[in-house]
T-cell receptor, first 111, second 115 residues
Framework: DQQVKQNSPSLSVQEGRISILNCDYT??????FLWYKKYPAEGPTFLIS?????DKNEDGRFTVFLNKSAKHLSLHIVPSQPGDSAVYFC??????????FGSGTRLSIQP | DSGVTQTPKHLITATGQRVTLRCSPR?????VYWYQQSLDQGLQFLIQ???????AKGNILERFSAQQFPDLHSELNLSSLELGDSALYFC??????????????FGPGTRLTVL
């Protein structure tokens, strides 16, 4: 039973355009939602998070949107840059389940 | 460079053996988290320690144990190893006492191969 899904294993976006990464979940019990990015041969890097009481959080080029009724989380990167090419994981936290990660989406930024 | 160090980088061992993975957190960070990334299970949270005490527990097997020492470094002990334990093991640290929903800084990982 997968509680969190990243349905797109890969995404290709042109440099300068918007990248939108998506994450769907099945349970309403989560309190915090996070995004991490990971380069090959490195550990994940925290990007941005949002609590369940908010619907948007912005940090520079990164904005996370939370739609609780649709159980949907998204990360927008504007403008996309070559260094954004990486695997992106969404992660959901609750006191009961602790933290659960999605399977990841590989983002490729094309010049 | 996140400031979190993990040793060894690679470890190859046989089924049934026991290994110890070591993590040194960033200077000043009191929380240490352990994660496992395997091909079939993805990234999974194992356990968190804060200032020497267990703070949160995830999907950690009974064959695995961890501790955090007074100097704040942490060790993850894996025993009775099975082929399925082959994975990347990440350590992360943060200055916060709360659960793994805060910003964490990850080390480069230890790749464990069980033959």
């Amino acid at each position: 039973d997968q509680q969190v899904k990243q349905n797109s294993p890969s995404l290709s976006v042109q440099e300068g355009r918007i990248s939108i990464l998506n994450c769907d979940y099945t349970n309403s019990m989560f309190d915090y939602f996070l995004w991490y990015k990971k380069y090959p041969a490195e550990g994940p890097t925290f990007l941005i998070s949002i609590s369940s009481i908010k619907d948007k959080n912005e940090d520079g080029r990164f904005t996370v949107f939370l739609n609780k009724s649709a159980k949907h989380l998204s990360l927008h990167i504007v403008p996309s840059q070559p260094g954004d090419s990486a695997v992106y994981f969404c992660a959901l936290y609750s006191n009961a389940s602790k933290i659960i990660f999605g399977s990841g989406t590989r983002l490729s930024i094309q010049p | 460079d996140s400031g979190v160090t993990q040793t060894p980088k690679h470890l190859i061992t046989a089924t049934g053996q026991r290994v110890t993975l070591r993590c040194s957190p960033r200077s000043g960070d009191l929380s240490v988290y352990w994660y496992q990334q395997s091909l079939d299970q993805g990234l999974q949270f194992l356990i968190q320690y804060y200032n020497g005490e267990e703070r949160a527990k995830g999907n950690i097997l009974e064959r695995f144990s961890a501790q955090q020492f007074p100097d704040l470094h942490s060790e993850l002990n894996l025993s009775s190893l099975e082929l399925g334990d082959s994975a990347l093991y990440f350590c992360a640290s943060s200055p916060y006492s709360g659960g793994p929903y805060n910003e964490q800084f990850f080390g480069p990982g230890t790749r464990l191969t069980v033959l």
